[in-house]
């Protein structure tokens, strides 16, 4: 097999991972060295030419002209009888190069050389797979999936090119089905072994970015800035966003007409909840918009700590910690600050002491709640309202006690 026969072999691989000429020959010339290493132990003495506009290379071993019957190695040297049948004009110590077909190193020799480019025309391949996916992190990708496995689905792109997405990756309620498309954004690329392995994922934040960029003009082309996303995947997100214009409605711009625009995200994130907000630098206005359409009669911010005390009216309790405490969380994600939450009593807001009667909100018993009865205080509220140095004036019970029954009916009205 000659050289252009050689380079041929490789022409569908070639044609199939669109390697340019230039790379291609530049791995026949380390493949050929190689080889030459292998079986010679060095290629110091040889130079390999590979010509990109012909297709072709050639090998040339250069050895040294010695006296006659004192050549050590016939594979690098030549004895100066011998090299003045080529040329009289040669002399001892001088270098003599002469050609190497291909051929002429034996078949063993060429089925290596082969198995050598297989070799790194792969590595080329994965070198040039990790630089193109290792720029797209952060980036959508679609694939088809083709295996389910209990870990972990592996999914396929148009250029054959492998996706793992895993467990953890995924959103709970996901269902995949062999052959279906499947979106997620590249995670992570790194090598197991030699091979690139390509870690996707739909559970990200970043996902649910990229997602409104594909579905929402305005965030595409800047006039919409996205300044955060959190979520908890396939349950609920909140997004802040904000505009450069301030006739733009960056809320109304996201949502849509009757949530047509915000509509394709939620579907493909299986009906996660998504709340838009608009940012705000006050941290107080923030909070109350990161913690959704609820009645807030008071926030106190400590900056320094990153803490918020929010105070609400007790029906509003449910509501502002959410579903298993997602949306206090979410809230606290987006704003920055922890919240927590104070329930306040409303001038309506009251019950009765006999409620505290062994009861779960507080077992108070029965004849210390009816002492205050014989004074005229039915009620938690009606107790909180008077100081204890009053009420011991009224009852017939000792400070601690009274005390204690404050702290009873204060935990009623606090979270």
């Not at 050549?71 to 002469?98: H, N, Q, R, W, Y």
């Not at 908890?232 to 997100?237: R, V």
């Not at 006739?247 to 939620?266: E, F, L, N, Q, Y």
């Not at 400590?302 to 105070?311: D, G, I, K, S």
């Amino acid at each position: 097999m000659d050289g252009l026969a050689l380079i041929e072999a490789f022409g569908d691989f070639k044609e199939e991972k669109s390697i340019s000429k230039i790379d291609l020959m530049a791995i026949i010339e380390d493949s050929l060295k190689t080889l030459l290493r292998k079986r010679f132990d060095s290629d110091d003495h040889f130079d390999v030419i590979v010509n990109p506009d012909k297709g072709d290379f050639q090998i040339f071993l250069n050895k040294t002209i010695v006296e006659d019957e004192m050549s050590e190695d016939d594979d690098l040297e030549i004895e100066i009888s011998e090299a003045k049948k080529i040329d009289p004009t040669f002399e001892v110590g001088e270098d003599f190069t002469v050609e190497i077909p291909i051929a002429q190193l034996g078949r063993r020799s060429i089925l290596t050389l082969k198995q050598i480019l297989s070799t790194k025309l792969q590595e080329h391949n994965n070198a040039m797979l990790y630089d193109q996916f290792r720029d797209r992190i952060g980036e959508i990708v679609v694939g088809e999936v083709h295996h389910i496995r209990h870990k972990h689905v592996i999914l396929l792109d148009d250029e054959e090119n492998e996706f793992i997405l895993p467990k953890e990756n995924q959103i709970p309620s996901d269902f995949f089905k062999k052959g279906e498309s499947v979106r997620a954004i590249v995670e992570s690329v790194d090598f197991k072994g030699s091979k690139p392995q390509i870690i996707i994922s739909r559970t990200a934040p970043k996902f649910l970015e990229k997602l409104l960029e594909l579905e929402i003009p305005e965030i595409q082309d800047g006039t919409i800035i996205l300044k955060k996303v959190v979520r908890i995947p396939g349950e609920k997100a909140k997004i802040a966003v904000d505009a450069y214009d301030d006739r733009i409605d960056p809320v109304g711009a996201c949502v849509g007409v009757k949530g047509s625009r915000i509509h394709g995200v939620v579907r493909e994130l299986r009906n996660e909840n998504i709340d838009v907000i608009q940012w705000s630098k006050n941290p107080e206005i923030m909070v109350k918009r990161a913690l959704g359409n609820i009645t807030v009669n008071k926030i106190e911010i400590n900056p320094e700590t990153m803490y918020a005390m929010v105070y609400t009216p007790v029906d509003e309790i449910s509501r502002v910690i959410g579903k298993q405490g997602q949306n206090i969380r979410l809230a606290s994600w987006l704003s920055g600050y922890e919240i927590d939450v104070y329930r306040e009593a409303q001038e309506d807001d009251d019950v009765e002491l006999k409620e505290f009667s062994g009861s779960d909100a507080g077992d108070i018993e029965q004849w210390i709640i009816d002492e205050f009865v014989k004074v005229g205080l039915t009620t938690a509220k009606s107790v909180l309202d008077k100081d204890t140095e009053a009420l011991l004036k009224m009852v017939d019970l000792e400070e601690e006690t009274i005390e204690e029954v404050k702290q009873v009916l204060k935990e009623e009205f606090e979270d």
